[in-house]
């Protein structure tokens, strides 16, 4: 893979971090401790883990609450970095963290209250609080955009338009991460397939980087999941995905998640009211026919973004990637479905 110049090759065949030696978690523990230190906290009981391919959490009680402990992957390492980037550049939008050790992948952070999955609880009625989260996520977008290059000398992914052709090639040629060969795997004839639609996306990739919006971070991931209800406001956790990227892919995630959580059917006009709610950001200076081709364009193109995560996220010989692996080829065969909107 060709990501940015400081991310490692996602084709390598890196030994997942050591999560289950009682070494690392006493190291970790240690960690945790003298940081909540700092912050005049302290640990009150045992911690409570989920793990992931990509990542482990820990759920840790303090005598001032409970905060979330995460620690990365290799390929999903520079998730640490970017949340203490984005609480710098985009402060109220984002957890503060608490701590963060970006060389080793691991960040604290505080807990973030109600997510807007347990607010509207799949409550059609409550469909249009989409419609107010969407400009504030596009905000935070805005004001991190002329910091793309510092993000990605952090090591967050390059998905521009620019760098997506080349990365599209790259993919195709990784039989491992296709699945090539196997059940779930592409078959031969997906694979001519997407290989005689290179010029095709290369060239949905080449207008989209004409489209004069800045490339920004871009969560891949957005869902009502990942958005804490905060107050009069939101904020955005779980960058694990995130890339520097054309904005508007975010649309592809979050429309198809709203599609599936409201049972809204394909070409609903709600889903354009939240596209265009979501563009009306970065009207000053387009047209809404130019935002609207370009969101169309990002949409398509992201499915490859898609793919890529999902390659980064099981880089490593974790036996439970096998659960999760046939996503890569899913996703690449996506780019040949109907657009959200």
């Not at 050591?18 to 912050?39: K, N, Q, Y």
């Not at 504030?136 to 998905?159: I, K, T």
């Not at 955005?236 to 429309?255: I, M, N, R």
Request: net charge negative; aromatic share 8%.
């Amino acid at each position: 893979m060709t990501d940015a110049a400081t991310q490692p090759d996602d084709r390598a065949s890196t030994p997942r971090a050591g999560w289950a030696d009682p070494g690392w978690r006493d190291a970790a523990l240690d960690w945790i401790g003298e940081r909540l230190g700092r912050h005049g906290r302290q640990v009150v009981g045992p911690v409570e883990p989920r793990v992931r391919p990509w990542s482990l959490v820990w759920r840790v009680p303090t005598d001032g609450g409970d905060v979330w402990f995460k620690a990365n992957n290799p390929g999903t390492r520079y998730e640490a970095a970017l949340l203490a980037a984005l609480a710098r550049l985009a402060p109220g939008r984002v957890l503060d963290p608490l701590a963060v050790d970006a060389d080793r992948g691991w960040s604290l952070l505080p807990d973030g209250g109600r997510t807007l999955r347990d607010a509207l609880g799949g409550d059609r009625s409550l469909l249009d609080r989409w419609e107010q989260v969407l400009p504030e996520y596009a905000e935070l977008q805005r004001a991190v955009a002329p910091a793309a290059g510092e993000l990605l000398a952090l090591g967050v992914p390059d998905h521009r338009p620019e760098a997506l052709p080349e990365l599209f090639e790259a993919l195709l040629e990784d039989e491992e991460s296709l699945l090539s060969g196997t059940e779930d795997g592409l078959t031969a004839e997906a694979h001519e397939r997407l290989r005689a639609h290179r010029p095709a996306f290369a060239e949905d990739c080449r207008r989209l980087a004409g489209s004069g919006v800045a490339p920004t971070v871009q969560h891949d991931d957005l869902h009502d999941g990942n958005v804490f209800v905060a107050g009069a406001g939101y904020r955005f956790f779980d960058w694990g995905d995130a890339s520097v990227a054309h904005p508007f892919g975010t649309l592809l995630v979050t429309l198809n998640s709203v599609a599936d959580a409201f049972g809204l059917p394909e070409g609903d006009p709600a889903l354009a009211r939240l596209r265009d709610a979501y563009l009306e950001p970065w009207s000053q200076g387009h047209d809404p026919a130019t935002l609207r081709e370009a969101a169309r364009l990002a949409v398509r193109v992201t499915r490859v973004s898609r793919a890529l995560s999902w390659r980064r996220a099981l880089r490593g010989a974790d036996p439970g990637r096998a659960e999760y692996a046939a996503a890569v080829p899913g996703w690449l065969q996506e780019l040949f479905a109907p657009d959200p909107v």
